[in-house]
């Protein structure tokens, strides 16, 4: 079981290229998550889907862009880097919303913007 | 706005003592916490959770305490183990009032527990 799959693992962009990150479940979760994670900071929510074509924006989602064609796939669009993107992306899933419901993250991007 | 604080960036303990890491939260409307343990080149995995309805929940060696009126949670660890050394962030939603949705999980910074053997 894999669980959820992020690709790629690292990642170095020049001031203005664009990028997907990948992020994959194979639980059937219909819930999905982008998160980054700045250096000595907590994890903050860009988007999130709770289902296929349904997707939202969180916390930080300047810059960035998301789709759910598929309950398994959830792909992060960045159009135009920028240094300030550079972070670490981590993608999470989880099956449902109850109270007791928990996330599973996959093993995260680590970007560069130079 | 920090909501959610883990004041301290790191800790360290003795292989077989107890660890107590802590977080602080601003927020009355969170009402279910979690913790979640990051190895390096990892992403975060669950570790336990506490509803706001209680003010313990145990997990074999892991213990969260939940004081409300405080606005404080820990996670107690005992026996300390090598294996524990990680980092620790410390979550929390405001589950009922988010529509029933435990999405917008808002997370502290973090602790770098090192366990010494």
């Known amino acids: 079981n894999a669980g959820v799959t992020q690709t790629p693992k690292f990642r170095i962009l020049k001031i203005g290229q664009s990028m997907t990150l990948q992020c994959a479940q194979d639980m059937n979760h219909n819930y999905m998550y982008w998160y980054r994670q700045d250096p000595g900071m907590g994890l903050k929510l860009i988007y999130y889907?709770?289902?296929?074509?349904?997707?939202d924006k969180g916390e930080v989602p300047n810059g960035y862009n998301v789709s759910r064609s598929t309950t398994e796939d959830f792909p992060l669009r960045l159009e135009l880097a920028a240094p300030s993107q550079t972070s670490v992306y981590f993608c999470a899933s989880s099956y449902d919303r109850s109270t007791n419901e928990k996330l599973f993250f996959g093993s995260g991007t680590q970007l560069s913007v130079l | 706005d920090q909501q959610v604080k883990q004041n301290s960036p790191s800790l360290s303990v003795q292989e077989g003592r107890i660890s107590i890491l802590n977080c602080d939260y601003t927020?009355?409307?969170?009402?279910?916490f979690l913790w979640y343990k990051k190895y390096p080149a990892e992403g975060p995995t669950f570790l336990i959770s506490i509803s706001s309805i209680k003010d313990k929940n145990e997990d074999g060696r892991f213990t969260v305490f939940l004081n409300k009126s405080a606005k404080h949670l820990s996670l107690h660890i005992v026996p300390s183990q090598p294996g524990d050394s990680a980092v620790y962030f410390c979550?929390?939603?405001?589950?009922?009032?988010?529509?029933?949705?435990?999405?917008?999980?808002?997370f502290g910074k973090g602790t770098l527990l090192t366990v010494n053997p």
């Open positions: 979550a929390a939603s405001a589950y009922r009032y988010s529509g029933g949705s435990n999405y917008k999980l808002t």
């Open positions: 927020n009355s409307m969170f009402d279910y």
């Open positions: 889907s709770v289902g296929a074509g349904i997707t």
